[in-house]
């Protein structure tokens, strides 16, 4: 009997090992699918990527390759990022579908909208990034150097760069998610947000100077629209306090 009991123990958390590999797995299976669906593009989506800047070279500029490898490796990386960054939205349903038996109902409700929001707000701060913040900041850097100075952009140095930018603007946009997290678990308040306006709106621009190139635009363009989603956050925290409040009544 009691070696019935022994061998029972474990096998729960076995079994939420097992469905945990099992949902990683299918997570890595929908990038590598989406991964080789987007590689006989791989070319085109770099051009893709690279036309704000691009479009800006002087006439008889072009982009270049310094290391041999890399006309091939960063169209290839760059399809790497873009097949993980198509897949979000499955591989966050693998996550929720093994922590969503875990919690109540009431938090499931809860928590779908928040899910499917911040995919939602990450997806568009990479494109706010992309279609306003590139061709404002590469026209400036275009157009503030010497004369005499052909522009020649490394491949792989701008692949960086617009992927820092991406990253950047896609966490900058989940403050209204963090937001609304933080009231909703009781850890602070609308009130309290609100009163601690001036920090956050200094430490929008501190996170904008540290991710941003070093110009005021670029700084500007991410530090103003944190500060908006600041206030989205606040507003919508606002409306959900009162159904915490008679919840917990």
């Not at 791989?42 to 008889?60: K, T």
């Not at 890399?70 to 097949?83: E, G, N, Q, Y």
């Not at 909208?113 to 997806?123: D, G, I, R, T």
Request: aromatic letters at 14%.
């Amino acid at each position: 009997m009691s070696d019935a009991e022994n061998t029972d123990q474990p096998l729960p958390l076995v079994a939420h090992l097992t469905e945990l590999r099992d949902r990683l797995l299918r997570a890595l299976l929908a990038v590598l699918i989406v991964f080789i669906c987007l590689f006989p593009f791989a070319n085109d989506i770099y051009a893709f990527v690279s036309e704000p800047l691009r479009q800006l070279l002087p006439e008889g500029a072009s982009m270049i390759a310094t290391e041999v490898a890399s006309p091939f490796l960063t169209p290839f990386k760059l399809t790497l990022v873009a097949a993980v960054f198509i897949a979000i939205p499955y591989i966050l349903f693998q996550i929720w579908s093994f922590v969503a038996p875990g919690m109540y109902k009431h938090e499931k409700r809860f928590a779908i909208p928040l899910l499917v929001s911040s995919v939602a707000l990450f997806y568009l701060g990479a494109a706010f990034a992309y279609y306003a913040v590139f061709p404002l900041i590469f026209a400036f850097f275009t157009s503030v150097g010497p004369e005499d100075i052909t522009i020649m952009t490394d491949i792989n140095s701008y692949l960086s760069f617009v992927l820092k930018l991406f990253f950047a603007f896609g966490i900058a946009f989940e403050i209204p998610i963090a937001a609304i997290l933080l009231i909703w678990a009781g850890i602070t308040t609308p009130e309290d947000l609100a009163r601690k306006r001036p920090y956050i709106i200094v430490g929008c621009f501190i996170f904008g100077m540290l991710l941003t190139p070093p110009d005021v635009i670029s700084q500007s363009l991410l530090a103003i629209p944190m500060w908006i989603l600041f206030e989205l956050g606040v507003f919508f925290g606002r409306l959900i306090q009162p159904k915490e409040d008679g919840s917990a009544t």
